[in-house]
């Protein structure tokens, strides 16, 4: 994808991203600062979400059908993530919570 057809959405370090027709949101995350087993927690909270009708994005598989992708370059690797984009509302911190402690991983 050209990064020209990007547009910075924001983030905690301005790694958010969203396609120009408004359809997918993209995350480049620093594989230094995260883990992939994390990430794919994430992931799985997303998912729970989604099947309890929270207006959450769905993760979107690459070509390679892995819903995380490992980027490599010769200054910095990186894991991307894409969701579908849709409107909604920024959580409340309550509602977070509320939300969270209906939920129990499924995870060591």
Do not use: C
């Not at 230094?32 to 990430?39: G, N, Y």
């Not at 690459?62 to 409107?87: C, H, M, P, R, W």
């Amino acid at each position: 994808m050209n990064t020209g057809n990007l547009e910075l959405l924001g983030g905690f370090d301005n790694n958010v991203f969203l396609s120009r027709d408004k359809s997918i949101v993209i995350k480049f995350l620093d594989a230094k600062k995260h883990r992939e087993e994390d990430l794919l927690k994430e992931i799985e909270v997303i998912r729970w979400m989604r099947i309890h009708s929270v207006n959450t994005p769905a993760p979107i598989p690459s070509q390679n059908g892995k819903v995380i992708e490992l980027v490599t370059s010769f200054k910095k690797d990186f894991y991307t993530i894409a969701f579908s984009y849709v409107k909604g509302k920024i959580l409340l911190n309550y509602e977070v919570h509320k939300v969270a402690g209906l939920y129990t991983p499924n995870v060591e």
